[in-house]
């Protein structure tokens, strides 16, 4: 049987948005091509390290490797709203010329816990746009993805960090969820799936389909889904692949970037991907994390191209 990534030789990172004293930067999206410019957002914040206090921001480049933040893509909700804190953890869909911005939520009160069990549950939300400059208008149905209301599901108290694949005409939502009274340790991952970008989405009885990982990061591979878990959970470290996206199996061992947000070259097209070859991921400086392009050799023996600048 032809494997399906025919090289895997590891990463290696170069700087794209520089550490900056006192700003957070950080878990950017997938990386997005329009019109001769590359598209990144991500979590931008002031008042923290992570990005609990964070709204969404974007940059632009022209060739992938130099980047210029281009200001606030998506805003705090209003009073009252299911994300009037923050938004955060964002990441790009595009669907028939239209562009949706997914990204997590949380309300006021807001209390993180230090991880632990009394933390404020968690939303996920989507706005969308004709442009991927915007403006974002956010769907009247929001959240689309809440939490589970039993606590002994995987995901009662976190769903967050979402992911997309197109497969069979449906929008495969992959995120991570976190149970009520377990740490971002017991973080493992699960799948929703709808017909429409804006849902409803259903989750999949197979959940959750990682038991590990705290960064989604998956794409279409081949003719299916290839998947990189970070350190945590008993699969972490590790370049996973599902032939159906729904049962991984490990590849190679790894260490994967840091919430790594691969370049999307397959464009979010029904059909087989071409992998993987760089992203941007997230590094931490002297207190506070930024933006780095990583380069990788995640190529599909089964895609469409390569996806190399």
Known sequence: ???????????????????????????????????????VWYSRTCESVDGYSASVWYATSP????????????SKGARGAFDEHAVFTPTILVAAGT????????????????????GTRTA????????????????????????????????????DDTCFVVRNGQYWMYYKGRQMRRTPGETKMGLAIAG?????????????????????????????????????????????????????????????????GPFRADAFV???GPGVTWGISMDYGPGRPYLVRFECDLGSAGGTGSGVL
């Open 196 to 260: 429409t970008p804006t849902g409803p989405y259903v989750k999949h009885s197979a959940n959750p389909v990682l038991d590990s990982g705290h960064e989604v990061c998956v794409w279409p591979h081949g003719q299916g889904v290839g998947c990189l878990v970070c350190s945590v959970g008993p699969q972490g470290n590790s370049l996973q692949y599902a032939d159906d996206g729904v049962h991984f199996r490990k590849i190679a061992d790894t260490v994967p970037p840091k919430a790594p």
């Open 1 to 39: 049987m032809t494997t399906p990534f025919p090289m895997s030789d590891g990463f290696t990172y170069s700087e794209a948005i520089p550490y900056e004293e006192g700003v957070t930067r950080r878990d950017p999206s997938p990386v997005i091509r329009v019109d001769g410019l590359y598209y």
């Open 99 to 118: 562009y949706y911005l997914f990204y997590t939520a949380v309300p006021e009160p807001f209390t993180n816990d230090s991880g632990g069990p009394n």
């Open 270 to 272: 029904d059909g087989p």
């Open 63 to 74: 060739d992938g490797m130099t980047w210029q933040e281009r200001g606030e893509a998506l």
């Open 124 to 159: 996920i939300g989507v706005a969308s746009a004709e442009s991927p400059e915007g403006p974002w208008i956010r769907f009247e149905g929001n959240p689309v993805l809440r939490p589970s209301d039993d606590p002994a599901m995987f995901d009662s108290m976190r769903v």
